[in-house]
């Protein structure tokens, strides 16, 4: 349809945008897309967003896999795991703080 208008709904497909109803004029617009799908490295030198992001997850993980199941101290397990999930948290809150910001709603097909 035609209509022009304050945006209410989009929806997203193949890396396009879709706005209803036609924007009347210019607006400013903060979407964060979930899940977010993220492209093939081509290059080693390449920065991958969970390296950059959640690496103290990751590196608190690997460190708990380490002590629990390789090296058999619980007690080091356990500091891991704990730190673990205090990385968790907060990234958790991150995601969560980024999608309390759309102020649209996306369209149910």
């Not at 920065?47 to 101290?73: G, Q, S, T």
Request: hydrophobic share 35%.
């Amino acid at each position: 349809s035609g209509q022009q208008g304050t945006p209410v709904c989009y929806s997203y497909f193949d890396r396009k945008l879709y706005l209803y109803p036609i924007p009347d004029r210019a607006y400013q617009v903060q979407l964060i897309l979930s899940p977010m799908r993220l492209e093939e490295l081509t290059d080693v030198h390449q920065e991958h967003p969970w390296f950059v992001h959640a690496f103290d997850l990751i590196k608190a993980r690997a460190k708990y896999e380490l002590y629990k199941n390789i090296l058999k101290e619980p007690d080091c397990a356990a500091a891991a795991y704990n730190d673990f999930e205090e990385h968790l948290r907060e990234l958790r809150a991150e995601t969560s703080k980024r999608h309390n910001v759309t102020r649209i709603v996306p369209t149910d097909f």
